[in-house]
């Protein structure tokens, strides 16, 4: 039986969901996995930090209030972020990643993430910025270093899209994908068929955790464009940048648009798609386009998200469902976890 030391870097939702998650399940990973994780440290920029080889108690960890400082109030913590001591000294064996993303330079995750695998510890990941910004470089630094570096739950959360299509779909000829990639948006443009304004509807995914710090990322596809560069490289083997990918988002669709749509049995939706060309080169944008209601990805509703793999073998190979939410994000750091130890325990 394995157990595995893991330190938490960054605790917020997605993290506290997964120490909430060993708190209630690890007992029965040991049965069902053949692993349990012992969490032997956490840092977090606002709460502070807290290391222990022998274990901390998740329980007592997922009930640490959200102040400022807070780690301090627990035996053997501190308000202070000790992110490197953390990250190389704590004895883990791979390292949960779940702090904010950074779509400018993807910072300080990346940094986060290299000092890992540098150290020869493994790193799971969630965040979009390391991967779509810096993915490359990480995962040469993880190979030359002997290491894994996962990151199932940077696209849909904890629903399998990445190592659905490069390992289930292996050979399937993937020829492109056309997805709905992001949660808030989908969320705002459902909410505005039921009659919400834009911007009601905009404070309702905040208040129900869906949109990012700054939701423009999300209404104006800069999300979605993240999400895009990760897939494209990742399955057709591209090497697109943030600037290859023509962006533009929902924040121009009308009340009015709306209406139409619907009275002509349609939806509009904000779709993330790349393809490959006949000579070779991939192509990608995210745009919102206006749907016929028979289209496979038009009833996709409310925050759920989907993407539809065009494959040569089998044609459009379609998966549904969550994108965000804490536990459903906490859930892809677990399949990474699961992915690592069917890797390396053989
Ligand atoms: N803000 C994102 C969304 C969260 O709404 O889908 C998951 O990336």
Known sequence: MTEYKIALVGFGGVNRGLAQL??????????TLGFSLKIVGVTDLFLGSIVAREGLD?????????????FAQLPGGTAEAFNE?????????MISEAT?????????????????L????????????PIALHGAELKDVARRNGVAFEYEGSVMSGTPVIRLASQALAGADIQGFEGIL????????????????????????????YAEADPTADVEGYDVRLKVVILANELLNARLTVSDVACSGISSISPKDIAQATASGASWKLIGSAHREADGSVRANVEARLLPNEHPLASVSGALNAVSFNTGLLGAVTVCGPGAGR?????????????????YSK
């Open 22 to 31: 060993i708190a209630e399940r690890n007992a029965e990973w040991k049965a």
């Open 58 to 70: 998740a329980r007592q960890l997922v009930a640490l209030p959200g102040e400022q400082g807070a």
């Open 85 to 93: 001591t953390i990250i190389k000294h704590s004895g883990a064996d």
């Open 100 to 116: 904010f993303t950074n779509p400018v330079d993807g910072e300080p995750a990346t940094t986060f993430c290299r000092w890992a």
């Open 118 to 129: 540098e150290s020869g510890i493994h790193v799971v990941t969630t965040n979009k910025g």
């Open 182 to 209: 992001n949660g808030t948006s989908n969320y705002v443009l459902t909410r505005m068929k039921d009659g919400l304004t834009f911007n009601d509807a905009v404070a309702q995914a905040q208040q129900l955790g």
């Open 327 to 343: 536990i459903e994000t906490a859930f892809a750091l677990l399949s990474d976890i699961i992915a690592i130890h069917n890797r």
